[in-house]
C-alpha cells in the first residue's frame, strides 16, 4: 500500500518539476535569438519577417504564449520543431533510442571495468598494478570528454581504421517502433567508440568510489566478525562486504545519470551519434525553441524517474532502508 | 573453339563495361542536409545543392560563370522586356508526367509566392505558355539579369504538386516531403538529420551524362573535426566544407584530394555613420581601411584560405575593378586620424558573430587589436549567430560584420542590400548597418538594374566600386574560399563550381 502513496507522491513531483521547467525554459526563450532568422534566407525583408512571426504567434504577450503552450501541453502536445516539422515529443521519441543505447553501452563498460578495478584496488592497496590504475583514474578524471572523444576517434578510426568514425550504422525496427543498433555488427561497431569514450567520465570517479567504500567495509566489525566466525575470505569479501559497498555506489550512480545525459551531448555530437544529446545542441543553434523547451521537460522527467527507481533499488540491496515517506 | 570464343566474347563485354563505368555508390557528408524537399520554402545553400539532384534548372552556371542550357535548351531575347526559352522535350518527371511550358509556367508563379524567392523573381512580371515548348518571360523595364534569375528555376511536376502545393515555413506540407522532379536522382530513403539516400533517375533525359553515381548517401556532419575524420577514415568519399586548420592534413593525406577556389563570399565590417560621430567623417574610415591589414588576416587568421579584398565584387564579375588593391599603411592611417582631429582617437562599439562566418571572430579581436594601433578603443561583443541577427537589424553597435554572397551571382546585389540609402519601403539597404548614403551610388546601382547592354552596366557598377573605396564606405576584408575533399577515385574536379553546387548528377567515381 505504501508503495503506491510513494508512487503516486512521486508522480505529483514530477508534474511540478515539469512544470517549473517549462516555465524557466519559456522565460529565456527570448534570449536564445530569433528562430525567424533560420527559417528565412537571408533577403527577405524584416515586413515579411513579421508576417511570418505573427503567423507563429511570436509577436504575442508572453503569458498568451505561455497559456497557449500549457494548454497543448496539457493535450500531450509540446509543440512543432520548426526543424523537423513534426511534434517536438515525437521528434525527442524517436531519438531516445539511440541516447538510450549509448548510456546503455557506456554502463556496461564502466560497470564491467570499475567494479573488478575497485575491489582490486581495496584488497591489493600496494601493489604496483593498484597505483598505476589509481593514478591513471587521476588522470582520466581530469581529461574532458571531448577530448576523449576525438582522441579515440582519431586513433581507432583514421589511424587503425578498426573502427567507424561516427554515426550509428545500421540499425532494425523493432516491432513497438523502437530502432536499435544492438542487433547488428556495423551497429554494435559504431557503439564501441562513443561508450567508451562516454564511460571515461564515469569510470575513474567509480573506481575510487568502489575502492573507498570496500576498504571501509572491510574494516568494520561484522566483516572481522565474519572472518573470525571463519567464512572463505572469498565469501566475506564478495558477498558480505562487497554487497554493502554496493549502496553508496548506487546513489551516486544514480545522480551521475544527470551528468551523463550532460555528456551524452558533447559525446554525440563528436561522433554524430543521432541522439538526444545531439538533436538538442543542434535545436540550440537554429534556435528551434518548441524542441528545446520539449526536450528539457524530458530531461525532467528522466530525473525524476531515474531517482525513484534508485529509491526501489536501494530497498532491495538494504532492507533496513525504507522507501522516503514511507510509514513502517 | 566454343571456349576461345566465349572467352573473347566475356572480355569484349569486359571492356565495354569499363569504357561505360559501371555504377557506383557515393557517400558524401556536408555540413547540414536539406530543411525540407519542398525547394521554395527556404532560399539557401543546402536548397539549391538539393535542387540540382533531385530537379534541373531552366540554365546553369558552369565553371566560366557563364550559362548553360538545361532544360531550356536555347533562348532569345525578342526585345528589351521580353525574352523567350525554348524548353526541352522529352523530358519525364519522375511521377512519369511529361515537362512542359505549362510547368515551367507553374513553377515561376509558385516562386512569386514564395517569401523567400519572390525577391529574386520582383523583376520577372509574367511568363506565359507560348505553346507546349516555348515560355515567354516579361519583366518590368529592361532587366540584365533574367539568365542569371532563371538559374533559380527548377521545372516542378504540376499535375504531382498542384493542389497540394501550398509553401509551409513550419510545419508539414506535401511538398515539404513529396517531391517529383525530372533531375539525376530520386530520394529513396530520408531520416532529417541523419541520412538522405538518393538512387539515380533510371529515365534521366541527359543521356551525355558522363556521371555514374547509383547510389549516393548524404550524411550530415556537423562537426568540422568528425567529418574530416570521416573522410581520412574512408567511411565517406566526399566531404564539404573543409575547415581551414585541416587543408594541409588532407593535402598530405595520398587517399584523399584537396581542391579549393577562390569563393564570392565578400567579409566586411560596416562602420555606422548615425551611431558614432567619428564615423561619420571619411577621412576616420579611411583611416580605419589603412589601419586594418587585411592581407595579414588572410595569411595569419585564415592560413591563406581567403582573397584580400579592396571591394564587393569578386573577380569574374561585372562590377570587379581591376584598379582597387586592398590598402593597408600605419602611418598614414595614423595621419588621416590626425587630419580628421582625431589624433587622440576615440572609443566605439564593434559586435560580431562568433558561428557564422569562417574565424569570424578571431578576426574582429585582430581588427579591434590593430584599431587599437590608431587609438580607436573597441569595445568588441562576439555571439552567436543567432542573437547576432537581432542585434544587426537594431543596428546595435558602432562596427558591425557581415557577410555576402550576392544571389544573383552579380555586383548589383550587393549594393542593394549593404551599400544603398536604407529604404523600408523598397527593401534597399536592408543590410547596411553602416547607414551610408551616396545618390550616386543609389543611382548608378538602379540603374544597372534596368541596363541590358553588358558594357554599360560593367562601367557602372566599377563605378559604384570606386567611389565605395574612394569614400571608405565601409571595411572590405576578403572573400572567402572555398574547399572541398574527396577520396582520391572521386573525380570531383569537373563538378565543382564557385555557386558552390556540385553537379553530382555528372561525377564519375573509378573503381
Known amino acids: 500500500m505504501h508503495i503506491l502513496a510513494f508512487l503516486i507522491r512521486r508522480a505529483i513531483q514530477a508534474v511540478i518539476v515539469m512544470f517549473v521547467i517549462s516555465l524557466i525554459g519559456f522565460s529565456i526563450q527570448g534570449n536564445l535569438g530569433d528562430p525567424l532568422r533560420e527559417l528565412v534566407g537571408q533577403s527577405v525583408s524584416e515586413a515579411e519577417r513579421q508576417l511570418l512571426r505573427d503567423e507563429l504567434g511570436l509577436n504575442d504577450p508572453f503569458f498568451a504564449q505561455y497559456a497557449r503552450f500549457m494548454g497543448n501541453a496539457l493535450q500531450g502536445d509540446l509543440g512543432t520543431s520548426y526543424f523537423f516539422k513534426r511534434p517536438a515529443l515525437d521528434v525527442i521519441l524517436g531519438k531516445f533510442p539511440a541516447t538510450f543505447e549509448l548510456v546503455l553501452g557506456a554502463t556496461v563498460i564502466f560497470l564491467a571495468v570499475s567494479i573488478p578495478a575497485g575491489i582490486y584496488c581495496a584488497i591489493n592497496r600496494t601493489s604496483w598494478f593498484a597505483r598505476i590504475i589509481m593514478t591513471g583514474s587521476i ?9 576523449t572523444a576525438i582522441f579515440l576517434q582519431w586513433i581507432f578510426a583514421v589511424e587503425l581504421g578498426w573502427l567507424p568514425s561516427s554515426g550509428r550504422g545500421d540499425t532494425i525496427t523493432l516491432p513497438w517502433g523502437w530502432d536499435t543498433g544492438l542487433l547488428t555488427i556495423d551497429g554494435l561497431a559504431h557503439l564501441i567508440l562513443p561508450s567508451i569514450a562516454l564511460s ?3 569510470l575513474p570517479l567509480f573506481i575510487r568510489l568502489i575502492r573507498a567504500e570496500m576498504m571501509e567495509t572491510m574494516g568494520t566489525d561484522y566483516v572481522r566478525f565474519a572472518r573470525a566466525k571463519g567464512l572463505s575470505t572469498r565469501r566475506v569479501r564478495y558477498v558480505h562486504a562487497f554487497r554493502n559497498t554496493l549502496l553508496p555506489v548506487v546513489t551516486v550512480g544514480g545522480l551521475m545519470i544527470g551528468t551523463l545525459i550532460a555528456y551524452t551531448i558533447l559525446t554525440e555530437t563528436v561522433f554524430q551519434w543521432p541522439g538526444m544529446g545531439f538533436m538538442f545542441l543542434e535545436a540550440i543553434n537554429r534556435v528551434d525553441t518548441p524542441l528545446i523547451i520539449a526536450y528539457i521537460i524530458m530531461v525532467g522527467l528522466i530525473f525524476v524517474v531515474v531517482n525513484t527507481v534508485v529509491d526501489f533499488v536501494y530497498t532491495l540491496i538494504n532492507p533496513m532502508v525504507k522507501l522516503p515517506g514511507a510509514k513502517s | 573453339m566454343k571456349t576461345i570464343r566465349t572467352l573473347a566474347t566475356a572480355t569484349a563485354m569486359a571492356l565495354a563495361l569499363a569504357t561505360t563505368a559501371p555504377a557506383q555508390t557515393l557517400t558524401f557528408a556536408y555540413d547540414a542536409d536539406p530543411v525540407s524537399l519542398d525547394p521554395h520554402e527556404q532560399l539557401s545553400g543546402g536548397t539549391l545543392q538539393l535542387s540540382h539532384m533531385i530537379f534541373d534548372p531552366l540554365v546553369r552556371w558552369n565553371s566560366e560563370l557563364g550559362f548553360d542550357p538545361r532544360l531550356a535548351e536555347s533562348w532569345e531575347r525578342v526585345d528589351d522586356t521580353t525574352v523567350r526559352f525554348k524548353i526541352r522535350e522529352g523530358v519525364k518527371f519522375h511521377s512519369g508526367n511529361d515537362m512542359t511550358a505549362e510547368d515551367v509556367v507553374y513553377t515561376i508563379d509558385r516562386m512569386k509566392e514564395s517569401p523567400d524567392f519572390k525577391g529574386i523573381f520582383a523583376a520577372w512580371e509574367t511568363a506565359t505558355a507560348v505553346d507546349d515548348y516555348t515560355v515567354e518571360v516579361k519583366t518590368a523595364g529592361p532587366n540584365p539579369l533574367v539568365l542569371h534569375t532563371a538559374t533559380y528555376v527548377f521545372p516542378m511536376d504540376k499535375k504531382f504538386y498542384e493542389g497540394q502545393d501550398e509553401i509551409v515555413k513550419h510545419g508539414d506540407s506535401f511538398a515539404s ?5 525530372t533531375g539525376p536522382f530520386t530520394i529513396t530513403e530520408r531520416e532529417q538529420g541523419v541520412k538522405v539516400v538518393f538512387e539515380r533517375n533510371p529515365n534521366y533525359w541527359d543521356t551525355d551524362s558522363p556521371g555514374n553515381v547509383q547510389t549516393a548517401i548524404l550524411t550530415p556532419i556537423k562537426e568540422a573535426p568528425t567529418r574530416v575524420a570521416a573522410l581520412l577514415s574512408g567511411d565517406v568519399d566526399f566531404i564539404a566544407p573543409v575547415p581551414p586548420t585541416d587543408l594541409e592534413r588532407i593535402d598530405a593525406d595520398e587517399n584523399s584530394k584537396l581542391v579549393t577556389m577562390s569563393g564570392t563570399r565578400i567579409i566586411t565590417l560596416q562602420l555606422n555613420q548615425n551611431r558614432n560621430e567619428a564615423l561619420a567623417n571619411p577621412k576616420v574610415r579611411e583611416a580605419i581601411v589603412y589601419a586594418i591589414n587585411n592581407e595579414g588576416i588572410v595569411k595569419k587568421i585564415m592560413k591563406g584560405f581567403g582573397t584580400a579584398a579592396a571591394q564587393q565584387s569578386p573577380e569574374g564579375y561585372l562590377g570587379y575593378n581591376a584598379d582597387l588593391a586592398p590598402r593597408y599603411d600605419l602611418e598614414k592611417a595614423q595621419a588621416l586620424m590626425a587630419e580628421a582631429g582625431y589624433a587622440d582617437g576615440f572609443n566605439a562599439t564593434m559586435m560580431c558573430p562568433n558561428n557564422r562566418y569562417v574565424n569570424d571572430f578571431k578576426i574582429c579581436e585582430a581588427s579591434a587589436a590593430m584599431l587599437a594601433k590608431i587609438g580607436i578603443n573597441i569595445d568588441l561583443t562576439t555571439m552567436p ?22 544571389d544573383t551571382e552579380d555586383s548589383a546585389n550587393f549594393n542593394e542590400f549593404l551599400t544603398m540609402t536604407p529604404d523600408e519601403e523598397t527593401g534597399r539597404g536592408q543590410y547596411n548597418s553602416g547607414n551610408y548614403s551616396n545618390a550616386k551610388v543609389d543611382e548608378l546601382t538602379l540603374a544597372s538594374l534596368t541596363e541590358t547592354d553588358e558594357a554599360k552596366r560593367a562601367e557602372m557598377l566599377q563605378e559604384v566600386e ?3 573605396y574612394d569614400e571608405a564606405a565601409y571595411v572590405p576584408l576578403h572573400w572567402q574560399d572555398l574547399a572541398w575533399a574527396a577520396g582520391s577515385n572521386v573525380e570531383i574536379e569537373p563538378v565543382l563550381n564557385v555557386m558552390n553546387f556540385p553537379y553530382l548528377g555528372d561525377l564519375v567515381v573509378n573503381e
Open chain 1, 200 to 202: 571515461s567520465i564515469m
Open chain 1, 139 to 147: 588522470v582520466g578524471i581530469s581529461v574532458p570528454v571531448f577530448l
Open chain 2, 466 to 468: 570606386k567611389i565605395l
Open chain 2, 177 to 181: 516531403s513529396n517531391v517529383s522532379g
Open chain 2, 385 to 406: 549567430k543567432a542573437q547576432y541577427w537581432p542585434k544587426f537589424d537594431e543596428r546595435a553597435a558602432d562596427i558591425m560584420m557581415i557577410g555576402w554572397h550576392s
